[in-house]
């Protein structure tokens, strides 16, 4: 059987636009799997299950989310009240990253501007497939502005090696196209620029040594997997010359929420003067929440994440833990705005400070 043709984006529309299809991101690097959601019951089991994971790709999958719900309406005409139902079944799917509720509030606003069915139905097709290019460009943007503190770097060093620490996945799996924290690190590659990435494992799924070094390789960008806690080592040691993470949602005021452990290496990053810097197009940025560590909800998962080695059916053998040992399971932490250096959008480089962080915003609007 011939190899599938690894697919440009992880989500996009079939071309008789009944179907949309996604990576499934769970199988990755093992199997290119593409999963076909026809349903909201199974846009929201995609979302849950991280077959499909990062804001900007949820968001994007939400909003096709209520593409699907339109379609799918009873009796031929999707109602306010249908419509908002579904909405808030998506939402609910992840209550961390903002994009989420962010991109199906947007969907729905558009959709319920439209009186008639096939209106409606029209509308969230388009309004998802704007909120997947919008994604798309933020990352062509982010990549360009990052560039610069990349090549910086480079000069300082006269040529040698930029060494850049990420964790988890930030990359075109999780956001349509190249990706938030990788996505200057593709545009240094390009320009010839000598670089070297070192992945974190991303424990318990494996999101970086599974899907960051996979989109790596297909690239060719010179990188090596660490375990999650060799992090600070490495920065001991001068090994080290800039981090940079993705965010699922992060406050006016600078706090970063991202994949659990990422605040652990902002607290490496400081105490070895080593810069921290958060990607993240402006969509990310919660309007609402002031104080990130007291009042962005975490997301707490299935304990059997940390007990079972992931992708293998859970039995005796395959446990990691002892069967009795309960274990908890937070997908998320907070990173205080006094260990972020600063924050890489598609509008420019800020620091962690809420009038930059506005005045980002204000250019966006």
Request: charged fraction near 25%; charge should be negative; glycine fraction near 8%.
């Amino acid at each position: 059987m011939p190899e599938r043709e690894v697919p440009s984006r992880p989500i996009w529309m079939k071309p008789d636009e009944a179907v949309v299809q996604i990576i499934d991101q769970r199988k990755l690097p093992g199997e290119l799997a593409v999963v076909d959601l026809e349903s909201v019951d199974e846009v929201v089991s995609a979302i849950y299950e991280l077959m499909v994971r990062g804001a900007p790709l949820i968001g994007v999958t939400g909003a096709y989310g209520l593409y699907i719900a339109a379609r799918n309406a009873p009796e031929d005409f999707p109602s306010d009240d249908y419509l908002a139902r579904e909405a808030l079944r998506i939402k609910a799917a992840r209550p961390t990253a903002v994009n989420l509720a962010w991109a199906v509030d947007r969907t729905l606003a558009v959709i319920l501007e439209e009186k008639t069915a096939g209106g409606r139905v029209d509308a969230a097709r388009s309004e998802a497939a704007a909120i997947a290019e919008e994604e798309a460009e933020n990352s062509r943007n982010i990549g360009r502005h990052g560039l610069a503190l990349l090549r910086e770097i480079s000069s300082k060093k006269g040529g040698g090696p930029v060494n850049i620490l990420t964790h988890c996945n930030a990359g075109r799996l999780a956001c349509i196209e190249l990706g938030t924290a990788t996505a200057p690190i593709y545009a240094a590659h390009q320009k010839g620029i000598d670089i070297h990435v070192w992945v974190d494992e991303t424990r318990p799924l494996h999101q970086g040594s599974r899907l960051t070094a996979w989109e790596l390789g297909m690239e060719n960008v010179p990188h090596t997997v660490i375990v999650d806690n060799t992090g600070g080592h490495l920065m001991q040691h001068g090994m080290v010359d800039i981090v940079i993470v993705g965010s699922d949602r992060s406050t006016l005021t600078g706090d970063v929420a991202n994949k659990i452990g990422t605040y652990l290496k902002a607290l490496a990053a400081r105490d070895n003067d080593v810069p921290f810097y958060v990607a993240l197009p402006s969509s990310t940025f919660d309007r609402q929440i002031r104080d990130g560590v007291a009042d962005i909800p975490i997301e707490l998962r299935d304990p059997d994440e940390v007990r079972y080695m992931p992708g293998v059916e859970k039995t005796d053998g395959n446990l990691l833990v002892p069967k009795d040992s309960p274990a908890a399971n937070y997908a998320f932490d907070v990173t205080p705005a006094r260990l972020v250096t600063g924050f890489i959008t598609e509008r420019g480089v800020c620091p962690a400070e809420e009038a930059a962080i506005r005045r980002i915003l204000a250019e966006k609007s």
